[in-house]
């Protein structure tokens, strides 16, 4: 049973004028062989973005990538016509399958805070596809919400090409949440906000926690806290 603890301020930093990110993994210039991802997920990247800023045109493929924003709104553009803005606390994905070109800005007169995450796809070859949806808050009060997975049992959550599912969860100080892992299966937990104890592990704001080994986490929260836990074979 193992719980790795990659505390915020032992990632991976890049820093430019408009843009300050930290990586859970490695990625960029930052390299760590020891962090080259966790099962599936490839890269996180905590992500702060001055106004009017961001992520000009650029190539993906073969990797399913979800967009958290945690704070401001961030604004998507691609070369399969989608244009789309997705606010706090909502989630977008892209599946970049055989190749997408996107952009990615901050058109507000505030930063704009993301989570990027990325899976490896199941397979290569899938069709390009983009999507956004609102996920209220007050739906995950006390309960993991799937936001998105390759899960067929995972209702309402946006598909991806993995056989992985993120959850979110806002948890209310002195409550708690439990998750199972199916035989064989491994987490990835970031705190967004607040701090959590997993397992009697603290879990400070924007804090990584690695799971292996693990049939069950009870997630407590020591203050009010929002999180997110992927769900990895």
Do not use: C
């Amino acid at each position: 049973m193992s719980l790795d603890l990659r505390p915020f301020g032992d990632l991976g930093h890049f820093k430019l004028g408009w843009l300050d990110a930290r990586h859970h993994f490695s990625f960029g210039e930052f390299h760590d062989p020891e962090r080259m991802g966790h099962s599936v997920l490839r890269v996180w990247n905590d992500d702060i973005i001055r106004p009017g800023k961001g992520f000009d045109p650029h190539p993906h493929r073969d990797f399913e990538i979800v967009t958290y924003v945690r704070r401001g709104a961030i604004t998507h553009e691609d070369n399969m016509g989608n244009r789309g803005r997705t606010e706090a606390g909502d989630v977008q994905v892209m599946s970049a399958g055989t190749g997408v070109v996107h952009s990615e800005y901050n058109r507000e007169d505030e930063d704009t805070w993301i989570f990027q995450i990325w899976f490896r796809t199941d397979a290569a070859g899938h069709a390009p596809h983009w999507e956004t949806a609102a996920f209220p808050k007050t739906d995950r009060a006390g309960v993991l919400v799937p936001l998105a997975s390759g899960q067929a049992s995972a209702d309402g959550a946006l598909p991806i090409h993995q056989d992985a599912t993120l959850y979110g969860a806002t948890l209310p100080a002195g409550s708690a949440v439990t998750h199972r892992f199916a035989p064989g299966r491994s987490g990835y937990l970031v705190a967004a906000t607040g701090a959590v104890l997993v397992n009697g592990q603290r879990v400070a704001a924007r804090d990584g926690l690695a799971i292996a080994g693990e049939d069950t986490i009870v997630i407590e929260a020591s203050e009010d806290s929002e999180l997110l836990l992927a769900d990895l074979p």
